[in-house]
């Protein structure tokens, strides 16, 4: 892969991590508001997240891009398509949290890095090197096995890693930073989700005010828990290839995995470990070929950087005679 290089390229990186790592740790996030139905757990992510985005851009002082926004609708198409993606992406995972669905959510954020590699290589003209393909064709495989143990059509799988895939494509195009894009979709979302818990609230089927403090401020905190990783991840995609994004996705459903086997309890069949182990020689190969080239863009830079002149005794004096 053609990874940025520079303090882009790196800082791009570092964003990814962080976005991915803390994705993985969500259904522990999700699991404590398992008693809230999952409409009304998207709501008030939704709801909360535009108070932590308008916070932020307090601190930021990051305020210049909101009105060239304003006064561009092919972008502000491109966040509505962006905020109903990920909106659906949000409610499909919530509900499969909530159904002991983790290791198939898992299975969908495997998939996502395959077609996020896919649209980055087709419509963005990003190249994959040959060890890389060979490590995206292990993948793939991993895919088909965990996919075959199912039995069945994995649809909730097949969603997450569609919308998310779109999603990041998207983000990609819009060009905001990490915290932009976060604040424009979240401005989207919060009028249509403050509705819903108002209509919710009406009918005395809401759990904000029922289920004690402690779960209220759970829900409080869904933004801060929703803010971060976006993002991270919004800052990721301006950064770096969108392909690199897609190698990095791999950390999430690794997390999300072990998490539905030792903490959740979810159930663990041969095929499926056959799959785990397949993606981690994937990444094992990645990481090699990762290291390899960084090895030699540094052999590179060292050759073609000029030596610096030797000095020869004491330069002569100037002088304005």
Known sequence: MAAGRGPAGR??????LAAFGLWGLLPLYWDLLASTGASEVLAHRMVWSLPTAVLLLLLARSWSWIRPLLRNPAQLALLVVSATLISLNWYLFIWAVAEDRVLEASLGYFINPLLTIAMGVVLLGERL??????????????VVVMSVAYGQIPWISLALSVSFALYGLTKKKTGLDGLQGFTADSALQFLPALGFLVVLGARGEGTFTTEGSGHALLLVGSGIATALPLIFFGAATVRAPLSTIGLLQYIAPTTMFLLGLLVFGEEMPPERWAGFLLVWTALCLLTWDALRNARRGRRTVARHTPAAPAEHGPRPALTTD
């Open 11 to 16: 800082s791009g990186l570092a964003y990814g």
């Open 129 to 142: 090197r040959r060890i890389q393909w060979i490590a995206v064709g292990i993948g793939a495989c991993a």
